[in-house]
């Protein structure tokens, strides 16, 4: 059997050559990082939760006109995605004041901020994912101003999405990160969401008992992350509800 050709390998992803022109499959691993990788962990079943949790808001962005890089999942931890340019810098859209924000600002965690605001951080591990502002963009030409002015546009939009999804399943969205991606079609240059949204990238609280269901249980040493993951698919219809909460292997429905 043929090899495929690796592409590129993250912290908590695998790309592959995809099999046509302009496609990849995105495949999810089990290991956590954070803090820069300074701490990690393999997780049993995080990929797997992920893949599918990640298929679920790509494909429901997609529904409501958000353009994605998501095309198909392909099994229990690949999907296939477009190719895209990726933007070189992480978006952040907060609703309530959390991690990084609260540490630079001073603010109580939960403190619900006035409107959502939207952050930009380089896409450098060497660097740890430094704060950027527009200015430092523009001037290292990281991205131009019509791309900004999109990037935001696109991540408020998530975040409305989102929001409401989670919402639903009473869940507080209390911040997320995107990434973004160029793609051309034809002559003409789009942007779409690509990557990842999951539980690895947004913070997800539960809104009666302020519960985290997110990397933080990881981050923190909080409990088990791939419970919490498990939590947020049965919520959201993505496993069946029969599965527990403590459930060691998640099951998933087709
Ligand atoms: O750490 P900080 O508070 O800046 O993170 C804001 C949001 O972005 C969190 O939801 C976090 O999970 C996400 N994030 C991420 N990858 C990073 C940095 C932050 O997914 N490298």
């Known amino acids: 059997m043929a090899r495929r050709k690796k592409i590129y390998e993250g912290k908590a992803k695998i790309l592959y050559e995809g099999p046509e022109p302009g496609t990849i499959v995105q ?8 803090f820069n ?27 409501i006109g958000v353009p994605t890089h998501f095309i198909k999942r392909l099994n229990m931890r690949e999907q296939l995605v477009r190719q895209v340019e990726i933007i070189p810098l992480e978006v952040i859209v907060r609703n309530f004041a959390a991690g990084s924000l ?17 952050e ?3 896409k450098d591990d060497k660097l740890g994912d430094p704060f950027v502002s527009e200015e430092h963009i ?34 507080k969205l209390v911040d997320f990160k995107i990434e973004i991606g160029r793609v051309w079609d034809n002559d003409y240059q789009r942007l779409i969401v690509a990557d990842e949204i999951s539980p690895d990238s947004c913070r997800l609280w539960d809104m009666e008992t302020g519960q985290k269901l997110d990397k933080d ?6 409990g088990n992350l791939t ?17 527990t909460h403590a459930a060691k292997k998640p099951t998933l429905i087709n």
Do not use: H
């Open 37 to 63: 990788a300074e701490k990690r962990a393999t997780i049993e079943g995080k990929g797997v939760l992920n893949n599918r949790l990640s298929e679920f808001f790509m494909k429901g962005l997609g529904q």
């Open 227 to 243: 419970d919490a993951y498990t939590e947020v698919a049965r919520r959201l219809g993505v496993l069946p509800s029969n599965v």
């Open 120 to 122: 930009f951080c380089l």
């Open 217 to 222: 249980v990881f981050r923190r040493d909080l």
């Open 102 to 118: 609260s540490t630079r600002l001073g603010l109580a965690e939960g403190t619900a901020l006035p409107r959502p605001i939207v």
């Open 138 to 171: 523009m001037a290292f030409g990281w991205a131009a101003q019509q791309d900004l002015d999109d990037m935001v546009a696109l991540a408020l939009r998530v975040n409305d999405f989102m929001s409401g999804v989670m919402m639903a399943v009473g869940i």
């Open 27 to 34: 495949y999810f691993k089990d290991d956590a990082t954070a």
